[in-house]
């Protein structure tokens, strides 16, 4: 079947700017995560969603940084007002659910956002 | 403190010979998973390999396997076998278990090359 999905695939924008980023997790996949890869702070979790909810947002960055997830499939990560520290790949997983420690989360191909 | 800990940050192996990766961890949670990424220059992070902290066997996959010393908290990936299309940065993660905490704790990577 389809894996995790993500879009864009690359993204510039100019510092001070919103941006979206989009993932479609795998079909029937409950949970959901966001991490950030970057060079200085290697991969780090954002967020996780289990269905719609988002029980712990500690690992966004900033108040700059928002998630959804709606119908229990599709997130967005929105960032506001981009600036230059933000430039990264971001990476979407999904998983069966969360709460197994078995459950592997599988990665999509991320999106590098590059803030000028 | 680091949870996990990867001391290489690249290897370079002749094709056909055998690899060890070294990942230590640190967690008292006594229920935890251990997962094996490899991420191409393509970006995407694929799952390799999976232990989990209770399992008596070392996990094996194809050409993958984990050599699991509990006692030194080391989940070192072995590749067999290397092909070319090995060559990549692989990522060493650890999630606890008990406390349903959901998030993977990525090491900094190593990267392999295999030469021909």
């Known amino acids: 079947g389809a894996g995790v999905s993500q879009s864009p695939s690359n993204k510039v924008t100019e510092k001070g700017k919103d941006v979206e980023l989009r993932c479609d997790p795998i079909?029937?996949?409950?949970?959901l995560y966001w991490y950030r890869q970057s060079l200085g702070q290697g991969l780090e979790f954002l967020i996780y969603?289990?269905?719609?909810?988002?029980?712990?947002k500690s690992g966004l960055p900033s108040d700059r940084f928002s998630a959804e997830r709606t119908g229990g499939s599709v997130s967005t990560l929105t960032i506001q007002r981009t600036q230059q520290e933000d430039s990264a790949v971001y990476l979407c997983?999904?998983?069966?659910?969360?709460?197994?420690?078995?459950?592997?989360?599988?990665f999509g191909p991320g999106t590098r956002l590059t803030v000028l | 403190a680091q949870k996990i800990t990867q001391t290489q940050p690249g290897m370079f192996v002749q094709e056909k010979e055998a690899v060890t990766l070294d990942c230590t961890y640190d967690?008292?949670?006594?229920?935890?998973?251990l997962f094996w990424y490899k991420q191409p220059s393509s970006g995407e992070m694929i799952f390799l390999i999976y232990?989990?902290?209770?399992?008596?066997q070392n996990a094996t996959e194809g050409r993958y396997s984990l050599n699991f010393q509990k006692a030194r908290k080391s989940a070192n990936l072995v590749i067999s076998a290397s092909q070319l299309g090995d060559s990549a940065m692989y990522f060493c993660?650890?999630?606890?278990?008990?406390?349903?905490?959901?998030?993977?704790?990525f090491g900094a990577g190593t990267t392999v090359t295999v030469r021909a």
């Open positions: 969603f289990q269905g719609n909810s988002a029980p712990d």
């Open positions: 967690t008292s949670d006594p229920s935890y998973g």
């Open positions: 993660a650890m999630r606890e278990g008990s406390s349903n905490d959901y998030k993977l704790s």
């Open positions: 997983a999904s998983s069966l659910e969360s709460t197994s420690g078995r459950n592997t989360q599988y």
């Open positions: 232990q989990g902290s209770y399992d008596q």
């Open positions: 079909s029937g996949h409950t949970a």
